[in-house]
């Protein structure tokens, strides 16, 4: 695979994430990445993006104003036959994903789709768990996979209605599928997040070595982490600045408060 066939995408739309999330994600992705890549945002406002970061419209799928509001429905859109003619090998990341090192190896897999399992891998003691599919991360092919949206739309309103969200969608209505290996992919609820109690005393702890992509899933997003004051759900919670995580921030150009 040559350098120019890989894309690295990720989606923005609304108000929730902000233009520095793209922009500390693409820094972050160029410190991670050896090859040479394309780094596209599909997004409904491109206003603030870097340099480098390439924009284009969130393509309609015939998707209704409630599906933008609850769940990820739109990430099926990447899935077209013909994505803004973009070939080769596409790796789609969520904009609350903090990337430590070496994407390149999520590209070399040779499956057709590859996703973010987190049964077994991210529960402890639940080996036997089946793998749950998460849309957090996901690799393809670009051009390869329009039956899923043409899935998708024959029976839209039932499928949002068994599944609730995209990814379970996305398991079901998947002809084949893989999961990135064991402890590529962390989860910072699951493997970084302090025990009740010690998290108000301790800092998360520092991501491993054999960790490439931080998945942050619900509460807290990476922001909550790199500013004052409270962050997490009860039981867990915790309080100010995480240096490592500031200095994740800091250094892919993301502003810090004091």
Same mark, same amino acid.
Request: charged fraction near 25%; charge should be neutral.
């Given at each position: ?15 929730? @994430?902000?233009? $520095? @999330? !793209? ?10 990445? +050896? ?62 994903? !903090? ?27 639940? #080996?036997?768990?089946?793998? #749950?599919?998460?849309?957090? !991360? ?5 051009? $390869? ?20 969200? $995209? ?22 609820? +699951? ?11 301790? #800092? ?41 995580? !500031?200095?994740?921030? +800091? ?8």
């Amino acid at each position: 695979m040559s350098g120019t066939d890989r894309v690295i995408l990720c989606m923005k739309w609304g108000t929730l @994430y902000g233009p $520095e @999330y !793209v922009n500390v994600l693409y820094s972050a992705c160029r410190r991670a990445m +050896r090859q040479p890549f394309r780094f596209v945002c599909l997004t409904d406002d491109p206003a603030g993006l870097a340099e480098g970061v390439e924009s284009f419209p969130i393509p309609d799928i015939g998707l209704q104003p409630k599906h933008w509001r609850g769940g990820g429905w739109p990430k099926f859109a990447v899935f077209k036959a013909d994505l803004y003619g973009l070939k080769g090998r596409a790796l789609f990341i969520d904009l609350d994903m !903090v990337i430590l090192r070496d994407l390149d190896a999520l590209f070399d897999l040779p499956d057709p789709l590859i996703t973010l399992g987190s049964g077994k891998n991210w529960r402890p003691g639940r #080996e036997e768990a089946a793998d #749950e599919v998460m849309t957090s !991360v996901f690799a393809f092919t670009l051009g $390869e996979n329009q039956y899923l949206i043409d899935g998708l739309m024959t029976d839209l309103d039932a499928l949002v209605a068994k599944h609730g969200y $995209e990814q379970a969608a996305l398991g079901a209505l998947a002809r084949s599928m893989a999961f990135f290996p064991p402890r590529w992919v962390i989860s910072f609820k +699951r493997h970084l997040r302090r025990p009740v109690i010690l998290d108000l005393m301790l #800092e998360p702890k520092m991501p491993p070595e054999t960790a490439k992509i931080i998945a942050f899933h619900g509460e807290p997003r990476p922001l909550d982490l790199v500013r004052p004051g409270w962050w997490g759900e009860l039981p867990h919670v915790g309080r100010g600045n995480v240096s490592w995580m !500031v200095r994740y921030w +800091r250094d892919n150009g993301g502003s810090v408060a004091s």
